[in-house]
């Protein structure tokens, strides 16, 4: 049962415009939620997170909204930038627990 | 200041044969985490230590398993009797707490792990 999903695979998005990542969990104990960057070869990057008192979470480049009442959750960069290529891994926790949960990633290709 | 480090890279072994991976996790990390991650798949957690004790071991596949970290630092994933569906990416994570669930988890570049 996969409890974090993120159902594209990948997406591609010119320089400058801007990226929507998108993720979906089931478990309504999620509290907590973390996006990661990975480059091939590399261990997962954090990136952004957010707690499920909030619905918004906001660093330079890139924005995570919460929809806790949809259990979705998204990760908004703009703009886009070549460097941003790479696999978005989404992840959740609990607050009694500190293992991850990870969805399967999408591949971001941002071309000129 | 140093990462997550995790050694060796690349392992190639034989199908039955034991492997041990090892991880140096960032100085002062309480907090240590392993995951497999297959191929097309996001990292699946295994095992989590708080100092020296596993805290949570819930994501070991089978008792062919096993890790240690008997001085709270450098920790050991143990695999016997390997099977090809073992092969995968084992990475290494540390926080510094790992008590609160809001730590952020570091991750090391992983060990590639090809069983034959």
């Known amino acids: 049962d996969q409890q974090v999903k993120q159902n594209s695979p990948s997406l591609s998005v010119q320089e400058g415009r801007i990226s929507i990542l998108n993720c979906d969990y089931t478990?309504?104990?999620?509290?907590?939620f973390l996006w990661y960057k990975k480059y091939p070869a590399e261990g997962p990057t954090f990136l952004i997170s957010?707690?499920?008192?909030?619905d918004k979470n906001e660093d330079g480049r890139f924005t995570v909204f919460l929809n806790k009442s949809a259990k979705h959750l998204s990760l908004h960069i703009v703009p886009s930038q070549p460097g941003d290529s790479a696999v978005y891994f989404c992840?959740?926790?609990?607050?009694?627990?500190?293992?991850?949960?990870f969805g399967t990633g999408t591949r971001l290709q941002v071309f000129p | 200041g140093a990462g997550v480090s995790q050694t060796p890279s690349n392992k190639v072994t034989e199908k039955g044969k034991y492997v041990e991976l090892r991880c140096d996790p960032i100085?002062?990390?309480?907090?240590l985490y392993w995951y497999r991650q297959s191929l097309g798949q996001g990292p699946e957690f295994l095992i989590y230590?708080?100092?020296?004790?596993?805290?949570?071991d819930s994501g070991l596949p089978n008792d062919r398993f096993f890790a240690v970290r008997p001085e709270g630092s450098v920790s050991t994933l143990k695999i016997q009797r390997t099977e090809r569906g073992d092969s995968a990416v084992y990475l290494c994570?540390?926080?510094?707490?790992?008590?609160?669930?809001?730590?952020?988890?570091?991750f090391g570049p992983g060990t590639r792990l090809t069983v034959l």
């Open positions: 992840a959740a926790s609990s607050y009694n627990t500190d293992k991850l949960i």
């Open positions: 994570a540390s926080s510094p707490h790992g008590t609160s669930g809001t730590d952020t988890q570091y």
């Open positions: 230590f708080q100092g020296t004790g596993a805290a949570d």
């Open positions: 478990n309504s104990m999620f509290d907590y």
């Open positions: 957010i707690s499920s008192i909030k």
């Open positions: 100085s002062g990390h309480t907090a």
